[in-house]
C-alpha cells in the first residue's frame, strides 16, 4: 500500500470527526464552518501529524491530535481576515464580510472552544501546555507583526521571529506532538521538532514570496496582500537593502499606482528573486536533513518529499 492510500482511511475520520466537531444550533456558526473548516483545505497539518506518527509506527490519539491542530489554524483563520481586512479566503468571500466582524469573532472563539474538548479527551496534561504556548505563541507573532509595521522596525531578525511564530510553531506540534503522545523521547522526538519548525518555517516563506511574485491562482488570494498590509517579507526586506526608495513604497503601503508591479521588477531584475529561493531552497533542505535520525520507512521519505517540494513551489 503507498504512503497516499494508506492516509485515506485517516483522512476520511479526520473529515467526518470534523464536521461532528463544528456542528452548532446556531446558524451563523454552521454557515461560517460549512464555508471555511469543512469546505476542504489541503489539509497539511492533519498530514503532518499522520505522517510523523506512522514515522514512529503509530501514535495514541492521533486523531484528536489531527482535530485539535486544525481547529487552531482555522480558528487563527478566521481571526486573522478579520485583523487584516482581507476580501477572500480559500477563494470565497472572508467571514467577516459575509456575517459581520462579531459573528466572525465569536466563531473563532467557538473552535477554540472545541479545541479544548478534543485535546481534553487524550488526558495528557503535557499536550494540554503544549497547546497552550502554541496558542501564546501565534498570539504574540500576529501582535508583532504589527508592532513591525507600525515602528517600521524591519529587520530580517524580526521577520525570522514572526515567522517561527506565526506559522511554524504549530507545524513544529503536528510533527512533535505523537512523539509526545508515545513517550519518544531523545533524538527522535527533537528531529520530529526540529523537522516541523523548520519545514514551517520553508512553508511561510514560501508563501510570502508567492504574496509579491507569484499569481492569485497559484496564491490562493490576491498578491501584494503582504505590501498593502505594510509587512515587510524576505523579498521586500533584501529589496530595501538595495533599494532604499522600497522603504518609501512599503510605508504607503503600495498605494501609488505601479508600486506592485515595481516592486516585482526589481525583485526580479536585481537577482533578490533568486536569492529568496536559494533560502527557501536551503531551509526545506534543512527540514529534510533533520529527520536522519528517523527509522527508514516511506513515511519519513514522505515527509522528506514535503519539504523538498517547498523548494518546487515557486511559481
Not at 485515506?8 to 454557515?31: G, H, M, N, T
Not at 472545541?114 to 481534553?120: G, K, Q, T
Amino acid at each position: 500500500m503507498t504512503v497516499l492510500a494508506d492516509l485515506e482511511a485517516p483522512l476520511l475520520r479526520f473529515e467526518e470527526a470534523l464536521s461532528e466537531l463544528v456542528q452548532s444550533d446556531v446558524l451563523f456558526v454552521r454557515l461560517i464552518h460549512q464555508d471555511l473548516v469543512t469546505a476542504g483545505g489541503k489539509r497539511i497539518r492533519p498530514r503532518l501529524v499522520f505522517l510523523a506518527s506512522r514515522a514512529i509506527g503509530g501514535a495514541p490519539f492521533e486523531l484528536e491530535l489531527a482535530l485539535a491542530v486544525e481547529l487552531l489554524h482555522s480558528a487563527t483563520l478566521l481571526h486573522d481576515d478579520l485583523i487584516d481586512d482581507a476580501e477572500t479566503r480559500r477563494g470565497k468571500e472572508a467571514a467577516f464580510r459575509k456575517y459581520g466582524n462579531a459573528v466572525s469573532v465569536l466563531s473563532g472563539d467557538f473552535l477554540l472552544s472545541r479545541l479544548l474538548h478534543v485535546i481534553a479527551r487524550t488526558g495528557r496534561m503535557e499536550l494540554v501546555e503544549r497547546f497552550a504556548e502554541v496558542a501564546r505563541t501565534l498570539s504574540e507573532g500576529e501582535v508583532l507583526q504589527f508592532q513591525v509595521a507600525a515602528l517600521e522596525d524591519y529587520s530580517l531578525e524580526n521577520y525570522e521571529r514572526i515567522i517561527t511564530a506565526k506559522t511554524a510553531v504549530l507545524m513544529e506540534l503536528c510533527t512533535e506532538g505523537p512523539a509526545l503522545l508515545k513517550g519518544v523521547d531523545g533524538g527522535v522526538r527533537q528531529a520530529l521538532a526540529r523537522f516541523g519548525l523548520l519545514y514551517g518555517q520553508a512553508f511561510q516563506m514560501r508563501d510570502d514570496y508567492l504574496d509579491l511574485l507569484g499569481t492569485p491562482e497559484r496564491l490562493g488570494k490576491p498578491v501584494g496582500g503582504d505590501l498593502r498590509e505594510g509587512k515587510a517579507t524576505l523579498a521586500t526586506l533584501l529589496l530595501m537593502e538595495r533599494f532604499p526608495e522600497v522603504r518609501e513604497v512599503l510605508r504607503r503601503r503600495g498605494q501609488e499606482p505601479g508600486d506592485l508591479e515595481r516592486l516585482r521588477a526589481l525583485a526580479r531584475e536585481s537577482g533578490v528573486a533568486e536569492e529568496v529561493e536559494r533560502r527557501i531552497r536551503e531551509r526545506a533542505r534543512l527540514a529534510a536533513e533533520a529527520l536522519k535520525p528517523l527509522p527508514d520507512s516511506p513515511y519519513k521519505e514522505a515527509l522528506r518529499e514535503l519539504a523538498l517540494r517547498e523548494a518546487e513551489r515557486l511559481s
